[in-house]
Structure formats: structure tokens, C-alpha cells
């Protein structure tokens, strides 16, 4: 028999399983994916934490991601650098997210990094008429994106500064429940819900554990 190629200590195994949502086997299946993506660049000893990163084209191209508008936001908000080029913690940490076990309380503090386009930490008119743009796949009149954005800010602005903080973008879906406007409701709702878990064939296979605080 050959000797088994180590691609992850076992400390690090269990650093990744006490910190995401994954088991072994999907830690390194994910490894898998992250290699296939530049297998000149990606090394498969990890064992002395390469300083490696992968170019936010390549992971917006990924199957799981090219579909989703909001794809290149996704990946930068995972990204160390705030450019989209991830690690394999940063792909790891964006999948772990994305799985079903992560709870949409940690979801929702992703989905309000991805809608604060200007990275200003709050969610402004123009924020709001980019994430509306992207749901709708641009569908709306402008003032029809106008109007929804007004009306979002005025039903969740909490201390009325005219812009979103992150406890306002809490306050939106229960503010939406109370909404008499069933279109504007659903809309307001969506903008909750754009890190659902994929699903495409093959992002079952991640098991789901626990994430550390």
C-alpha cells in the first residue's frame, strides 16, 4: 500500500470542524473543490498554511455561485481583503454560511454586508436600489424602485437618519409582517432571505455541525 497523502493536520481538522458547520470528510472535499478551481496554484499539502488566494473571478464562476445576483458581493464579503480573492478559510467560512445548519441570525449579518455596497456599515437609498435592482433582476420602473426603497427605510429606520443600520435591517422583516402591501411585503422580505442554502447537486453532501461563537 502507498502512503495516504496529508493534506490538513489533524489540529486542523479539528479547528475547522469546532468553527464551521462541517465534518472531516467535507472539510476536505471542500479542499477538493478549492483545488479543482487552480490546480496549479493550490497545493495539496496545507499542512504548513500556504499563502494562497484565488481571484474572485474563478469563484463567481463556480456552479454553486454563477447564478446568483448578488455573486460577487457574496464572495467579497467573505474576503479577507475585501477584494474577493478568498483563502481557503475565507471559501471555507462562505460555504459554512451558506450550508442549511447556519442559523439565519448569522445569515442575516452576512446578507447586510452584502447589500452595504458601499462597505460604510449602514444600508443607504443607494444600497437599497442596488439590492432591489439585483432581486428583481432590474424588472422595476425606477420609480417603482424608488418607492419600495422609500418605504423600507421608513418602516425600519429606527432612529430616522435616512439609513439602515444593522439593527434596522432586523427590524425590516418584522416590520414587513405588519405591511398592508402584499407586493412591497414580499419584496421586503426577500431582501432577508438571498442567503438561502444552495441548492445544487453536490452541496448536500456537506454534513452540518456546530459553528464557534
Given at each position: 500500500m502507498g502512503n495516504k497523502q496529508?493534506?490538513?493536520t489533524d489540529e486542523q481538522l479539528d479547528a475547522y470542524q469546532d468553527c464551521t458547520f462541517f465534518a472531516r470528510?467535507?472539510?476536505?472535499r471542500l479542499h477538493g473543490r478549492y483545488h479543482e478551481l487552480?490546480?496549479?496554484?493550490?497545493?495539496?499539502?496545507?499542512?504548513?498554511?500556504?499563502?494562497?488566494?484565488?481571484?474572485?473571478?474563478?469563484?463567481?464562476?463556480m456552479p454553486e455561485l454563477k447564478e446568483n445576483p448578488f455573486r460577487e458581493r457574496i464572495v467579497e464579503a467573505f474576503s479577507e481583503d475585501g477584494q474577493g480573492n478568498l483563502s481557503f478559510n475565507d471559501f471555507v467560512d462562505m460555504f459554512s454560511v451558506l450550508s442549511e445548519m447556519a442559523p439565519r441570525e448569522l445569515k442575516a449579518i452576512y446578507a447586510f454586508k452584502i447589500y452595504d455596497f458601499n462597505t460604510d456599515n449602514f444600508i443607504c437609498k443607494e444600497d437599497l436600489e442596488k439590492t432591489i435592482n439585483k432581486l428583481t433582476r432590474e424588472e422595476l420602473a425606477p420609480e417603482e424602485v424608488t418607492l419600495v426603497c422609500e418605504k423600507v427605510i421608513e418602516e425600519a429606520d429606527l432612529d430616522g437618519d435616512g439609513k439602515l443600520a444593522y439593527p434596522?435591517?432586523?427590524?425590516?422583516?418584522?416590520?414587513?409582517?405588519?405591511?398592508?402591501?402584499?407586493?412591497?411585503?414580499?419584496?421586503?422580505?426577500?431582501?432577508t432571505c438571498i442567503l438561502e442554502p444552495l441548492k445544487r447537486e453536490g452541496t448536500e453532501m456537506f454534513e452540518s455541525k456546530?459553528?464557534?461563537s
Open positions: 496529508t493534506i490538513f470528510k467535507e472539510i476536505l487552480a490546480p496549479n496554484l493550490v497545493p495539496m499539502d496545507y499542512t504548513h498554511e500556504p499563502d494562497v488566494k484565488l481571484p474572485i473571478q474563478l469563484i463567481t464562476n434596522d435591517f432586523e427590524n425590516i422583516k418584522k416590520r414587513a409582517s405588519h405591511n398592508t402591501d402584499m407586493s412591497d411585503r414580499r419584496l421586503i422580505l426577500k431582501t456546530k459553528r464557534c
